[in-house]
């Protein structure tokens, strides 16, 4: 089985997690009451789908504090904690399993690789332009080389994560201003470390969304509003920067809106499949078949 793969990403309160909660709703009411399962790096926790958590529709698992590496690793392999070990753990109950996120995860490397410099661990063959001590501890920053490692290795699991036995994988990012690698122009797109990868992830995914806050405006009387974005776009808190985003649809669909609100990745799913569909009538009647 292919799992469908889907990259949420925006600024801190977009939605991210609310979406992979209303997702995990579908999830359990489409396949025969399948769950999810949510490794969450961000130190903010799940109590945004904490309902989902307490009905059992989704299994939280909480990766902060664990040895890093061999954690991101893991759990790219579908394993949990078992008395103290990592062991696979992938029922047919499973439909969805969700990665919070790129953003978090790749704060925990960064950071384990800078407490490795601190205690003279020279991983890269660079070392860091700052380190220091005061009384018994000791600190540094991460070296130039940190920073292909950490994406080296994001990209190696995130991928691995994609060919899990599950209906849907999900990851989430935070949102970063970057420029392009090809046309050096600004770009939103999720915040791995650094900047390389800012425009290559979401070409990995079948499908990326971009969500978005509107806030109230009350000079207008216009209700603070949520908004999920198909496809590159243009980016409204930047003029004339390009936020990323992906839709794979044929040529010959029925076209989507640049953007749905109140924003819904279930909602965006069925429009896909919707003009997927009509592409496959206009096809058909093309060629006669």
Same mark, same amino acid.
């Given at each position: 089985?292919?799992?469908?793969?889907?990259?949420?990403?925006?600024?801190?309160?977009?939605?991210?997690?609310?979406?992979?909660?209303?997702?995990?709703?579908?999830?359990?009411?489409?396949?025969?009451?399948?769950?999810? #399962?949510?490794?969450?790096?961000?130190?903010? $926790?799940?109590?945004?789908?904490?309902?989902? *958590?307490?009905?059992? *529709?989704?299994?939280?698992?909480?990766?902060?504090?664990?040895?890093?590496?061999?954690?991101?690793?893991?759990?790219?392999?579908?394993?949990?904690?078992?008395?103290?070990?990592? *062991?696979?753990?992938?029922?047919?109950?499973? /439909?969805?399993?969700?990665?919070?996120?790129?953003?978090?995860?790749?704060?925990?490397?960064?950071?384990? =690789?800078?407490?490795?410099?601190?205690?003279?661990?020279?991983? $890269?063959?660079?070392?860091?332009?700052?380190?220091?001590?005061? $009384?018994?501890?000791?600190?540094?920053?991460?070296?130039?080389?940190?920073?292909?490692?950490?994406? /080296?290795?994001?990209?190696?699991?995130?991928?691995?994560?994609?060919?899990?036995?599950?209906?849907?994988? *999900?990851?989430?990012?935070?949102?970063?201003?970057?420029?392009?690698?090809?046309?050096?122009?600004?770009?939103?797109?999720?915040?791995?470390?650094?900047?390389?990868?800012?425009?290559?992830?979401?070409?990995?995914?079948?499908?990326?969304?971009?969500?978005?806050?509107?806030?109230?405006?009350?000079?207008?009387?216009?209700? /603070?509003?949520?908004? =999920?974005?198909?496809?590159?776009?243009?980016?409204?808190?930047?003029?004339?920067?390009?936020? =990323?985003?992906?839709?794979?649809?044929?040529?010959?669909?029925?076209?989507?809106?640049?953007?749905?609100?109140?924003?819904?990745?279930? #909602?965006?799913?069925?429009?896909?499949?919707?003009?997927?569909?009509?592409?496959?009538?206009?096809?058909?009647?093309?060629?006669?078949?």
């Amino acid at each position: 089985m292919s799992a469908t793969t889907l990259l949420l990403y925006g600024d801190s309160g977009d939605g991210k997690t609310a979406q992979v909660g209303a997702l995990a709703e579908h999830v359990y009411n489409t396949l025969g009451k399948k769950t999810t #399962r949510l490794y969450c790096a961000d130190p903010g $926790g799940w109590a945004t789908v904490q309902p989902y *958590v307490t009905l059992g *529709v989704i299994e939280p698992i909480d990766c902060t504090g664990l040895p890093p590496w061999e954690m991101l690793d893991a759990i790219t392999k579908g394993k949990v904690r078992r008395e103290g070990k990592w *062991v696979v753990d992938l029922p047919p109950t499973l /439909g969805m399993i969700a990665y919070e996120g790129y953003t978090g995860l790749a704060d925990l490397l960064m950071q384990s =690789l800078a407490k490795d410099a601190a205690n003279n661990k020279n991983i $890269g063959g660079q070392a860091p332009a700052v380190k220091f001590t005061q $009384g018994e501890a000791s600190f540094a920053s991460n070296s130039p080389a940190h920073y292909g490692i950490v994406q /080296g290795q994001l990209t190696t699991c995130s991928q691995e994560s994609f060919r899990l036995p599950v209906d849907y994988v *999900v990851w989430t990012a935070t949102a970063r201003r970057a420029a392009d690698n090809d046309t050096t122009a600004t770009i939103l797109g999720p915040q791995i470390v650094g900047k390389a990868l800012t425009s290559e992830v979401p070409r990995w995914f079948n499908y990326t969304f971009r969500l978005m806050a509107i806030p109230p405006d009350e000079l207008t009387k216009r209700a /603070g509003v949520h908004r =999920l974005y198909f496809s590159d776009h243009t980016d409204m808190t930047l003029q004339g920067a390009k936020g =990323l985003g992906n839709d794979r649809l044929p040529l010959d669909a029925d076209g989507l809106p640049p953007f749905i609100e109140p924003a819904s990745v279930v #909602r965006a799913l069925t429009l896909i499949q919707e003009g997927s569909r009509s592409a496959e009538g206009k096809i058909r009647l093309r060629m006669g078949l």
